[in-house]
């Protein structure tokens, strides 16, 4: 099933964002906004917008992977199984990427909207953070030994626990609000049917990674096994 | 001889005295504020102007096509001040342009070099897991041999 949904779900996503890229750039309109007197808005971003589609797309599958890290985590601490902690530990790989894509465009977005490539707000900060600790799992996966599994396991469920907190840090700084009032509830009806595609398309980009990272994981351990037959068998020292 | 010094002491410091005087009075003059500097009286329309208006006004068609040529070269200055707003425009959204790229560049890097660093891990590992399964086979081969040889 895994070698078969690598494909399906890479083809499925290279279609997507063909489509997707196509929609935003040649049909969604430009975003901009009056102010009370009739004048052009000075948040008005035109063509700055198009970061939109694919960073806030990310930032929802980053969330989504951070959850499901944690929750395979919870799973793997529960009962033990390697295969829930296979599962948690492509998702944090898959993550690391998704978040390094949210920070970089986040910061080129605030370059050209506010004219600072970083703000130490809450939302900001908070993001950074738990990027650092989805990088803090990786890194203790590599080098922390036989208990790293256990270690990890228990630093992606930090990180999980982290995310709706950022989440709900929403109108306590100059980061576009989240929620029923936010950015993506107010959208234009132009722009809509290209962000929903874009975040679909991520969707099937994450679980094509996911189960190639799995893949990689199962080998991992296929490795680990062979390793331990050998010494058994005093064929490897 | 000490009346001849006495008096030539005297005449320099009389010179000296007029000199302090004088430079006294001159930098007084010139820290005065100067006379007020009067706008020119607003000048009467000449003559000349003055026919050349009545003229204009004499004849209405006359003075209504002198004021539609003054009405389009405001018109055309209007157009100027919307075409340089509109570049100005669009130069901005160059600007905005260039970030665009720099994020999207910056996401699909990103992206390329995940895939490249999972599909060489991938490929390490498919050689490892066969350079161990040769080995432990040929280890394998060897017990039973062994055993038959016993």
Redesign the interface.
Known sequence: MTKLAVPVFAVLAAIGLAVSCYLVFFVAP?EYSFNEANKLNGSS????Q??YY??VA?AFWLFTAVGVAGTASIGFLVKRDPRWDDVASASVD?AV?FG??VL??GS??A??AWDVWWQWEPRLTMSLLLWLILVGYVLVRRFAGPSADRVAAGMAIFGMVGVPFIYKMVGQDSHPAAGANGVVATMQSGMRLPFWISVASFLC?YLA?VF??L??TR??R??RE??E??LD????S | MTNVRASKISSVVALLASWIVVAGFAGAALAQPGPAEHAPPAAAPSEARKACADAMNADPKFAAEIVKVADEKAAKQRDDDTLKAHQD?VA??E???R??I???A??WI??AA??LF?WR??QA??G??AN??R??D???GE?TAGKGQA
Not at chain 1, 45 to 48: I, K, S
Not at chain 1, 233 to 236: E, K, P, R, S
């Open positions: 430009l971003l035109f063509f700055n198009k970061i694919f960073h990310h898959v990427a390094a894509v970089l465009t080129i977005w370059k050209a980009w990674l190639s990272r893949q990689s080998a991992e296929e490795v062979l390793r037959r050998g068998l005093g064929v490897l | 425009a901005h959204i600007k905005n342009e970030q665009v720099y994020a999207y910056g996401m990103i992206a995940f895939v999972l891990r991938q590992l498919k490892e897991i161990l399964r080995d432990l040929a280890a394998a017990a």
